[in-house]
Nanobody, 122 residues
Framework: QVQLVESGGGLVQAGGSLRLSCAAS????????MGWFRQAPGKEREFVAA????????VIAESVKGRFTISRDNAKNTVYLQMNSLKLEDTAVYYC???????????????WGQGTQVTVSS
């Protein structure tokens, strides 16, 4: 089992920045690819970003490319999502996910956090 706890969400004005963190526990963190997903009210959950076990490969969704970056610190068992130039449409619950893989999966994650709310205001 892997437990994931997100933090760092909140209310921010459009154009502002937030950094989400996801702390993992329960297994060897470096064995897991990590991803961020989000779900806005009335919409399906969508992929945001993913990172491989070492941090050497990342994939970013087109909708946030150039504004969001994903990184990880295996010594701290933590993955981050840096969100800059936030837009109203970025408002959603953001979820951290983990799966045992050497690749950078865009779906089929096994473990999920509870989510953290990000609200972007005008």
């Amino acid at each position: 089992q892997v437990q994931l706890v997100e933090s760092g969400g909140g209310l921010v004005q459009a154009g502002g920045s937030l950094r989400l963190s996801c702390a993992a526990s329960g297994r060897t963190f470096s064995n897991y690819a990590m991803g961020w997903f989000r779900q806005a009210p009335g919409k399906e959950r969508e992929f945001v970003a993913a990172i491989n076990w070492s941090g050497g490969r990342t994939v970013i969704a087109e909708s946030v490319k150039g504004r969001f970056t994903i990184s990880r610190d295996n010594a701290k068992n933590t993955v981050y999502l840096q969100m800059n130039s936030l837009k109203l449409e970025d408002t959603a619950v953001y979820y951290c996910a983990a799966t045992q893989s050497r690749l950078v999966p865009l779906n089929n994650y096994r473990y999920w956090g509870q989510g953290t709310q990000v609200t972007v205001s005008s």
